[in-house]
């Protein structure tokens, strides 16, 4: 007998896949307000990063 793995999800069955609704097509203006949104909050946690790590090194001494 094979072990149990998360793998093993008797839910997740590819056969459901193909019954799901598909999604509607997402508009060029929807895609690049997403991708913005996306580039503001990557821009916001690399400056969060930068200012802690700044404050680590004033720390230090």
Not at 12 to 21: K, L, R, S, V
Not at 53 to 61: F, H, N, T, V
Request: without cysteine.
């Amino acid at each position: 007998m094979r072990p149990e793995s998360f793998y093993d999800d008797p839910f997740d069955d590819p056969d459901q896949d193909a019954d799901a609704t598909p999604e509607r097509p997402v508009s060029r203006t929807e895609r690049l307000r997403a991708r913005r949104r996306l580039e503001d909050l990557l821009e916001e946690r690399r400056l969060r990063r930068a200012i802690e790590d700044d404050w680590d090194l004033d720390e230090e001494e």
